[in-house]
């Protein structure tokens, strides 16, 4: 069946979003060197699970503070807590506060410095 291969962060300012998901999640992010600007994302080593994306300037008259109409991501991390705090450091917010998924882990969801959504998963089976 058909499976998601990558994802794109749409940013007002792609350097200040680059720098956020850097900051936080120590993603490896290399502005391509192609006629667009767009930043490559390189989320872990390609024997992890995962998928890597890109981060580009948000197009047309949409602003941080529009509804998002899109698919949220969310990131798998080893401590939402820790994450949360990072998150707040560089400048992103808690939308969602961190909640149980039973018997699957710790759930937040976050804006990033462009207003984008995104969420965050500790696995854990013994959440309750």
Known sequence: MPRVIHFEIHASDPERAAQFYARVFDWDIQKWDGPEEYWL??????TQAGINGAIFRRQGELSQHDAVIAFVCTI????????????KQHGGHVELQKM???GVGWMAYCKDTE????GMMQADPEAV
Do not use: M, R, S
């Open 41 to 46: 994302v390189n989320t872990g080593a390609d």
């Open 76 to 87: 798998d991390v080893p401590n939402v807590d820790a994450y949360i705090e990072k998150v």
């Open 100 to 102: 149980a998924v039973p």
């Open 115 to 118: 207003g984008n959504i995104f």
